[in-house]
């Protein structure tokens, strides 16, 4: 699934220089469009089902951009189980849901400027307002992403990203 560029920011609805601080994938990568077609299928912005046996929820591998005042945010898709899954689409709108704990979930969205494979990552994901999508955190690991969600990357960093997805 290509990752794709957003523009919006969480902090407002302001105009921002540089590079965008976001990019993500529109489905996770199961996904095929001619399930759409399909009544046990369903992708939306947030929530996925696939087959009804697949289960996705679209949220933010959130990164500190050390030199900046905003994180870097990757928009991902995490497999569930269809018990977490169903708690999760049950309380989507309930402002209570704050409280839930972290579900455990596997990253299905390929990040092609890692050169390891960020599918099948381990993550928690973890419920936020209503309104804010999820915050996945990856299990502590080796792999770079896990590196810089958990010490941070730069500007110089946020550039690069942006030079190889949009082609700068």
């Known amino acids: 699934m290509p990752i794709e560029h957003f523009f919006d920011y969480s902090c407002c609805a302001d105009r921002h220089e540089g590079p965008p601080l976001s990019y993500g994938a529109p489905a996770p990568e199961g996904w095929k469009p001619r ?3 399909r009544r046990d ?46 708690r999760m ?3 989507w709108e309930d402002p209570a849901r704050e409280q839930e704990p972290p579900n455990f979930g596997w990253l299905t ?8 494979s960020t599918l099948l990552l381990k993550t928690h994901v973890h419920t936020r307002a209503v309104g804010r999508r999820p915050l996945i955190e990856l299990e502590p690991t080796d792999h770079p992403l896990a590196v810089e969600q958990g010490e941070g990357i730069t500007g110089e960093r946020v550039r690069e990203f942006a030079d190889r997805l949009l082609g700068g």
Do not use: M
Request: aromatic share 14%.
């Open 109 to 116: 969205t390929e990040l092609p400027l890692y050169p390891q």
């Open 41 to 86: 299928s369903e992708l939306t912005a947030d929530q996925c089902v696939i087959k009804d046996r697949e289960f996705y929820v679209h949220g933010l591998i959130e990164i500190p951009v050390l030199d900046g005042d905003e994180p870097f945010s990757w928009g991902v898709w995490v497999s569930l189980s269809e018990a977490n899954f169903a």
């Open 89 to 91: 689409h049950d309380l």
């Open 35 to 37: 399930y759409a077609r």
